[in-house]
């Protein structure tokens, strides 16, 4: 089974194969054109065609064109190869220490945000069941005492408390996925039991 990986993650992978490739297109080798978007005209190209491989030395982007032509061409497909060898053994590691350090801090800020979505999730558990895992029936509690709590809970536990994202996990649980609803009473935001 591949790793999921998540979209900010591969932008970034894909951004730092754009900085490698230095504006050209290594299967055509001419330079990608003034113009073109990345996406739609630019696109990643995975080295050893396993496109579940996203492994930052097996990206390169190519012209789209490019790389719809390799899939028929077996010189372009070992050119591929090649240059996923050569990146694995690049000799430049100050810049393969940059990507790595990068790709790392992204997972950091994936566990963070993970972190705070179990916070949260805790918390309104704890407020709204019994140990036991009963709903405490009728219970409906303002939504900034809650936010106040859980980010003075955030701030214990790691030192810093990020109100902005404990709000965004908030607003997940209470979503229509969510076990919670939000709703105005006299004026106030209350959170309770779906
Ligand atoms: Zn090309």
Redesign the pocket.
Known sequence: MPTPISKSKKAKICALSIERSEGI?Y??E?PFEKGLEWGKEIVPDHLDDDETNWDVDNISP??K??NYIKREFIDWKIKGRELYKKNQNSIDPELKKKIRKELVEMDKEMDYNRAYGELVQNYLRDLFFDPRGNKLEDEEVDFISILNAITKKAKKQWGTGSQVTIRRHLDAECSTEGAYLKDRVKGRLKIRLR
């Open positions: 297109c299967l055509c001419k190519v012209h064109e490019c």
